[in-house]
């Protein structure tokens, strides 16, 4: 069988090819009613769009990147489909690096994506001293953050980015907590130097300090975001003298780390320790895991992530400007806390 073309479409709707162009291109001079139709009729015809051809006419590779810290964490997996679906939809494919939390991996999958002309790069690796965010504003490959910021506003000016509500999510996890009546709680904290980590500290500090309620330092360990490293650091914890009675963990894939540990200790949760997580991976709401966790929504991140990068590649975006999108960060209630539903007020 033939492959359907431009022109057949064409002589079937009895139309120019330049019109059935510009409506499956998405370009302006072709009416709303005109461009349905032609769109139904290539549905309808099964035609294809030679995504090479059109590469060549416009001179893009028509590739993005994704970099990230850790495909092994469920969050990133998550995030990434994300991406890769939005940006199939829209014609383009995904390059997926990963740099295992090192800032050298990042500065190569960068330069990598440059080399193989990438038409725009998504990163959710960025630290707050990262030099590599001169590399990619001194080159003219569109860029935007994606899960992480730069917090130094004169920085950030001119920087696209998507990301959680961080601060918000984690202030609200922390005063679920205090409600419940904790006063030792311990925190199992990222990388200090992300954005997500310092945000969701600041965010949980607040609600800390208005249950009059300060973390003893012995009960704030920063794990990296490392599920290994958090799965030490609760055998650290309770092998000490200050012992919490719950735990804020900046990451569900840390939490499972909290939740194996703790169990080989010999604690039960929520009975013996509560904890909660953040981000909501697939995997939190399995039977018997039940983790009570704050929703980051990235799959939608991914999608709203791409859909920004491309934007700016097709040039609809002001010269100039930033786009700064924040998602509302969701407390999702489990078994983890031990606490019913029935009759919490929020």
Not at 17 to 29: R, Y
Not at 159 to 186: F, P
Request: glycine share 8%; proline share 3%.
């Amino acid at each position: 069988m033939n492959k359907v073309t431009i022109k057949d479409i064409a002589r079937k709707l009895k139309v120019s090819t330049t019109t059935i162009s510009n409506a499956l291109n998405d370009k302006p001079g072709v009416g709303k009613v005109v461009r349905e139709k032609i769109v139904q009729m290539a549905g309808e015809m099964g035609y294809q769009p030679n995504y090479f051809a059109k590469s060549l006419v416009s001179k893009q590779s028509l590739a993005i990147g994704l970099i990230v810290s850790s495909i092994a964490d469920p969050f990133f997996s998550e995030l990434a489909l994300g991406v890769n679906e939005k940006v199939s939809e829209l014609g383009y494919t995904m390059m997926l690096f990963n740099t295992n939390y090192n800032i050298e991996n990042e500065k190569k999958s960068i330069e990598m994506l440059k080399s193989k002309g990438a038409d725009g790069i998504l990163l959710s690796t960025i630290l707050q001293d990262d030099p590599n965010i001169d590399l990619l504003n001194d080159t003219q490959t569109p860029f935007v953050l994606i899960n992480r910021l730069i917090l130094n506003p004169k920085k950030a000016s001119k920087i696209d980015s998507v990301s959680v509500d961080n601060y918000g999510g984690s202030y609200k996890a922390a005063r679920h907590l205090c409600r419940l009546g904790h006063t030792k709680i311990g925190v199992i904290a990222g990388d200090m130097e992300a954005s997500t980590a310092i945000l969701l500290a600041q965010g949980a500090e607040e609600a800390f300090a208005e249950f009059g309620i300060s973390i003893h330092p012995d009960l704030f360990v920063e794990c990296g975001f490392d599920r290994n490293k958090a799965y030490k650091a609760v055998k650290g914890i309770f092998a000490g003298e200050n012992r919490p009675t719950a735990l804020l963990i900046h990451g569900d894939n840390m939490a499972l780390g909290v939740r194996e540990s703790a169990y080989e200790i010999g604690l039960n949760i929520p009975e013996d320790l509560a904890i909660i997580g953040f981000d909501d991976i697939s995997i939190s709401s399995l039977a018997g895991i039940e983790l009570t966790t704050v929703s980051q929504n990235q799959y939608d991140m991914g999608i709203t992530g791409a859909q920004m990068l491309i934007n700016k590649i097709k040039g609809q975006k002001q010269a100039g400007s930033s786009s700064k999108i924040v998602m509302e960060a969701e407390l999702i209630i489990r078994n983890s806390c031990g606490f019913n539903l029935k009759g919490y007020v929020r």
